[in-house]
Each structure stands twice: as structure tokens, then as C-alpha cells.
């Protein structure tokens, strides 16, 4: 009786297994790709398959078993943000003051996939998050990049750990941080993190490898990409002269605020890209009698992939849209500022392979608003990550 019993209750869910949705199709009033034609479809039509997206376009027809899921908005590219500092839950930074130099350092044993803070994250359409350690020292150390999705534990969230370095080469540091007695103004710090690079380098160059350096080489070689604190137009220029003429890593300018937009013909010039944010306005330091929105400046000047931060949880991680939305009200193209939340900062890391933007292969992070993506007015209606559903605003109204 136990065997046959067993074997009835396989049998219903093989059955189960059979009709359930092979995959499931979104239909919506407008698509945003951010692809590299910047393709709009209206209306629109994705197709998630196993976790990728398997379709594109204008709404097509189906085969019976496909899931269709119809929602009257816009759909577009999960939220890519390259600074955060949530991973925890809001248990505190990830810090080491002992030292000024922690490339040993790495923030992955701190991530909590389930915390309420990535929770709120996804509820805002922000898909994939990069991690890192606090600004106190100069070498922060190691992020881990990940998906939010607050059901799966580390394996099942963790895109890369290590992701890439932190650094902090200005405004923070400066008396914050340990070796007191060698002094924290710019020119030490400057040494001191050159010093490190070098020893990394010597350590790559006599083919040994170093455990406390060994993820720094990394960043070194351009296997991993490094994300720079540095502000005002002194510290930008200086940091993009470090990380791209002297060393030409895969570096990136994070915040770049204040009057940093000032360089930003030079930061052009050198190629390297910008994660601007939290402050993405400059009314004071400028001297010019105007608001400057530092966003536009840093696009017109030919910034390449610029992206934009939320540095959560100094701006809160549900509002990465307000730094898009607040961009294009001082100057800068609205879609502009879309691709700066979507396909630029995934481009900047490597990972647009993945993420970033709707085409077929890829990640199947997809996030359906009830209207335009930066419009303050717009809500989310329901996001994707991986091709499971991990937030829907009848469900979370209820929740948060």
C-alpha cells in the first residue's frame, strides 16, 4: 500500500511538472531595451526560459504552454548599482581601521542575502549590486557582486567574490584611518597605495604568489576591475592618472562629486568611466552663480559608460531611480540617465554579458513600472531576477 501510494503521489507530480509553464511570456505597453540600437518596442513582448531571456520584441504568438503574463506599463533593464553598502542588513560598514591598507580585506562573509535593505532594493527595481567595504581606508578591500534575491542564500545570489576593490584615495581617509603617525594627507596616501600596487607587481613579476596580495595582482593584471572613492577636481584628476597611466587597470571613478565634473574633459580623454553619485549636483563649489548637474556635465564631455550610485545607505537603495530622474531635470538626457542605471555600469564590470540590458542570452532581470522608469510619479508593478519573481507591488504594499 506504502509503494503504491508513493508511486500515485510521483505520478501527480510528474504530472504537475508537465503542465506546468515551460516559459513565461511579459506583454507590455512599451519595452526599453537599453540595447545597442537603444531598441523600443511598443508594445513589447519578453520571453523568460530557464532563468535567460529567449525573446524581444513586438508581441508574437505563442505556443500554448507558455505562461503570458499581461501588465499595463514599461518594462526595462534590471538596476545595476556598482556602490552599495547594504550587503549586511545595515549591521554596520565593512571596516578595517587598523590599517590604511586592507587588500586582504573582503566584504563577502558579510552578505546577507535575505536582509530587509535588499528586499526594499528589489522593490525598486534594482536587480544587481556591487557590495563593498567602508571609506575609512585607503585600500577598502574586496566587494562581492550579487543578485537581489532575498529567497536564495549566498550560492544562489553571488554573481563574483571577489567582484572587484575598493579604494578610497580622498576626502575620507584623511585622518580617519590608522598609521596616524605616517600622516593621512594626499601625498602619503598617494605613497602608500603606490607602494602597495608596486609590491603586487614585484610579486607577479617574480611569479610568486602573495596570499595578502594575491587578489590585488588581480586588479592589477585587469583580471578584476577596481572602483576608486575619490572626489573634487584635484582628487579625480589624480586618481584617474594612478589607476589608468601609471598602472592601466580597469579602473572606474566612483562619485567624482563636488566640482569634479571640471575634469571631465580630462577624465574623457584618459577613458575612464564614472559611477557618479550620491551628490550629482554642484551649487556651491563652483563659484559660477548656478546649479550645476554634474551628470550632464560628465556625458557632454564624452565620459565614457557613466553610470550613476546610489552609495546606499547614504541615498536609499529604492530610490537609484531619483539619481536618473534628478540628472535629467539639471541637463542630462533622460534615456541617457535610464542606460546610466542599466547597461552602462553592468559595461563598466564586465558582467554586460549578463545584465544590463534586454536581449536574448541574457539574465532574464526584467522590471515592469507603471510608466516611465525615472519618473518620480512611476511605481514598480513586478521584477524578475534570474526568471523568477521577486517582488510584485499587490504583495509588498501589503509587506513594506
Known amino acids: 500500500m506504502v509503494v503504491a501510494a508513493l508511486c500515485l503521489a510521483l505520478g501527480a507530480q510528474a504530472a504537475l511538472d508537465t503542465a506546468a509553464p515551460r516559459a513565461t511570456a511579459i506583454v507590455v505597453d512599451k519595452l526599453l531595451t537599453a540595447n545597442a540600437q537603444d531598441e523600443v518596442h511598443a508594445p513589447g513582448m519578453i520571453v523568460l526560459q530557464d532563468g535567460k531571456i529567449s525573446y524581444v520584441g513586438a508581441p508574437r504568438e505563442l505556443a500554448d504552454d507558455v505562461e503570458v503574463v ?15 553598502h547594504i550587503h549586511s542588513g545595515g549591521f554596520g560598514d565593512v571596516n578595517d581601521m587598523v590599517h590604511s591598507l586592507n587588500p586582504e580585506l573582503r566584504a563577502g562573509s558579510a552578505l ?35 543578485k537581489a534575491k532575498p529567497q536564495d542564500g549566498y550560492v544562489g545570489s553571488v554573481v563574483a567574490d571577489p567582484g572587484g576593490m575598493k579604494v578610497a584615495q580622498d576626502s575620507n581617509p584623511q585622518g580617519r584611518a ?81 566640482d569634479g565634473w571640471k575634469v571631465a574633459p580630462a577624465i574623457a580623454a584618459l577613458d575612464v568611466p564614472v559611477n557618479h553619485g550620491p551628490r550629482t549636483m554642484d551649487f556651491y563649489s563652483s563659484r559660477n552663480g548656478r546649479i550645476n548637474g554634474s551628470a550632464a556635465e560628465f556625458v557632454a564631455a564624452g565620459v565614457p559608460t557613466f553610470s550613476l550610485n546610489t552609495d546606499s545607505s547614504v541615498m536609499p537603495e529604492e530610490e537609484f531611480f ?47 513600472f507603471s510608466g516611465d522608469p525615472i519618473d518620480p510619479r512611476t511605481r514598480v508593478l513586478r521584477v524578475w531576477v534570474d526568471g523568477d519573481v521577486q517582488y510584485e507591488f499587490e504583495r509588498g504594499r501589503q509587506r513594506f
Not at 499581461?70 to 552599495?84: C, K, N
Not at 544587481?128 to 557582486?145: A, D, E, H, R, Y
Not at 601625498?187 to 600596487?197: H, K, L, P, R
Not at 540628472?327 to 559595461?347: C, F, K
Request: proline share 4%; aromatic share 8%.
Open 70 to 84: 499581461r501588465l499595463e506599463g514599461w518594462a526595462a533593464p534590471g538596476f545595476v548599482d556598482l556602490h552599495t
Open 178 to 258: 590608522g598609521d596616524f603617525a605616517f600622516g593621512n594627507n594626499r601625498a602619503s596616501m598617494g605613497w602608500q597605495i603606490e607602494d602597495v600596487c608596486d609590491r603586487a607587481l614585484g610579486a607577479t613579476r617574480e611569479g610568486r604568489l602573495d596570499p595578502a596580495l594575491q587578489n590585488l595582482q588581480r586588479v592589477m593584471s585587469g583580471e578584476l576591475p577596481v572602483i576608486i572613492h575619490t572626489a573634487g577636481s584635484e582628487g579625480v584628476i589624480n586618481t584617474a592618472r594612478m589607476w589608468k597611466t601609471k598602472y592601466d587597470t580597469r579602473c572606474c571613478i566612483s562619485h567624482g562629486s563636488f
Open 112 to 146: 546577507r542575502p535575505g536582509n530587509r535593505l535588499i528586499e526594499i532594493a528589489v522593490a525598486g527595481g534594482v536587480t544587481t549590486l556591487f557590495g563593498i567595504p567602508g571609506s575609512g581606508t585607503n585600500i577598502s578591500g574586496f566587494g562581492v557582486l550579487y
Open 322 to 368: 531619483l539619481q536618473a530622474s534628478m540628472s535629467a531635470r539639471l541637463g542630462a538626457d533622460p534615456y541617457q540617465m535610464l542606460r546610466a542605471l542599466t547597461i552602462h555600469p553592468a559595461q563598466t564590470f564586465g558582467i554586460d554579458d549578463r545584465v544590463g540590458s534586454l536581449e536574448v542570452g541574457k539574465d532574464a532581470d526584467v522590471v515592469v
